[in-house]
């Protein structure tokens, strides 16, 4: 792994909802999240139950809906959203919102002397203002 690149752990998010109740977990795969969500339900609500994607049906490019059947009977509800592809796909509507930032002549900014003169503008401002202050307070 490069320095400085984080790799993205858990890509997926599952959000379990049950009598008006909800839980959420995250795992690295479909098949990770099998092992997570049974752990899940068992933590949350005291119900054994198996991740079942028999019952699972794909709505989007990344998210997922389904259910699975506890073992007294009972119905939990899931969807499963792949967040790594909404991550990028984030990025890339910030990409066309912003142009072509950090490029052009616009954005080109000239060597020590460019500062110099800068800070020097905001010098001659500043005694601008102190004089028009004086002058202000004078008349009163």
């Known amino acids: 792994m490069k320095k400085g690149k984080k ?22 795969s479909i098949d990770h999240l099998k092992q997570r969500v049974p752990d899940a339900i ?12 028999d019952f699972m049906h794909k709505l989007s490019s990344n998210e997922y809906r389904g259910y699975t059947i506890a073992l007294t009977g009972e119905r939990i509800n899931y969807i499963i959203i792949d967040r790594k592809d909404l991550v990028k796909e984030a990025a890339k509507l910030l990409g066309q919102i912003g142009g072509q930032a950090g490029t052009g002549k616009k954005k080109v ?32």
């Open 7 to 28: 790799r993205w752990i858990n890509d997926m998010a599952c959000t379990l909802y049950y009598r008006g109740m909800t839980r959420k977990c995250f795992g690295e």
């Open 109 to 140: 900014r000239g060597d020590s002397n460019y500062y110099r003169v800068l800070r020097m503008k905001g010098v001659e401002k500043k005694k601008q203002k102190i004089r028009e202050n004086i002058k202000k307070s004078e008349k009163v």
């Open 42 to 53: 068992k933590r949350e609500w005291k119900l054994n139950a198996n991740m079942n994607t």
